[in-house]
């Protein structure tokens, strides 16, 4: 498709799941329709991509304010439809919900697929074929930068193009981006919150759990839980951050490939607080940066790593003999620096969290041995929730915001399911 001012009947920003949800969905529902994705990167760079585990059961990655369950389920069906998963199985479930519910731990069973890494890139490619044969056009390597909604148009980094719907789906990864669209369309919108928390690197047989269910979801007291499960052939990863003021941090998250990778018999997963402010702080999602450079400037430009041996001494890990004796693996993320976390982490969240791994040790024997990594800071940001004007996430006139970085979702079927119902919405105003 030539740029250039002749609408499109709908104009999809991004193509993560959020997207792809709705141009599936628009497609089949009205194949006239002239529908085009503009990607900034050359692929899909968001949970598609990394790792791609895929929950379908209410509530996971479904924030409560704006689903409810008989709707979520509904979407969830349209999302198996296409992204056709392959459930894993679980065992031996009574006996760690036994024991979680002695401690007051709640072990919530799911349903998920998890494709890996590379088994995640290739979905993208049979999504892509898919709706480009059901006549959708994609745009990669084209950014979004403005829009102009009395004109209808938006410029990208290749030109001007015009829409008659627009969907602006640009991941958690695009929050600021969606922040400068609501200031500019004076969409009101309220501050979301925020996910602070560390992630554990363990070799598997420590954390055994896995062998029986896959990513293993324990909400613990305190707006604790487990979070974003890896095993196998899993690898602690980092990912770059800008703050508001352009300063970079990162953020550790994990992955693990598919079983056509060599196995490492290693495990990660995070432990996450929830934190929601009230006044007089105004921003979480500030808070939560200036953590993360806090971290930075600790880490020398770099996350902080500690053993739990260290940290149950209350010594700083150091890099000569981080991986001596006990400490008998090395870390998969040799990019940290062994430190201290509690000099970094807020008191009341790590203290949730040190306590939330006792439990999960008294539930799973293994996690606190003293060779356990800690690593952090893993952030999850969400951005500022737009005033939406209908059940469809139109936040303005003819413009939809979906995902994680609009706050309808959490994770990649909720981000799906985001996309169909503001598909839902886009046929119901066409008529
Ligand atoms: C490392 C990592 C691993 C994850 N693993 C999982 C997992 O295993 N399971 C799970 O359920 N969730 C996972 N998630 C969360 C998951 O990524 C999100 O829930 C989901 O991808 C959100 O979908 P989305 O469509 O809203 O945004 P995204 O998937 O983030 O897609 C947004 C797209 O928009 C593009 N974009 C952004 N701004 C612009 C612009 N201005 N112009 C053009 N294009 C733009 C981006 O490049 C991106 O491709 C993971 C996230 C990360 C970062």
Redesign the pocket.
Known sequence: MGMGTEPVDCLI????????GTAFSLAEQRPELKILL????G?????????????FTWPV?FPTEYWNREEAEAMLKVADRHLEPEILPTRNMSVYSRRAAKLDVELVEIRQA?LGTDGGMRLIKKLTADLESLGVEFSFH????SLDPQERTIT?SRGERAYHKLVL??????FA?LQDMMDRLSIPYVDNVVDIGLRLELPEIQYPIVRDYYDPKFLFPGGVRTF?TNSRRAYV?K?KYKSRHGRTYYSV?G?AFSDRRKVNDMANFALLKTVRFTEPLASGQEFAQMLGLQAMLMGGGRPLMQRVGDFRLGKRSKAADFSADLYNFEPSLKACTPGDISLAMPARILRAIWKSMKLLDTIVPGVMHPSTIMYYPEIKLYANRPTFMDGCFQAAPDVYM?????GT???????WA??VRAARGIVKSLG
Do not use: W, Y
């Not at 503009?38 to 990167?41: K, L, R």
């Not at 979906?402 to 609009?406: H, L, P």
């Open positions: 920003v991004g193509s993560g799941p959020a997207a792809l503009i990607e900034q990167e692929t899909s760079t968001g949970g598609l991509r990394n790792d791609c585990k895929m929950n990655g998890h084209e950014q979004m930068l990208t789906a640009p991941g958690r990864k695009g981006f974003c990863v990912e998250n992955h979906i995902g994680d970085g609009a979702s959490r994770g990649i079927t909720a981000a985001s996309g």
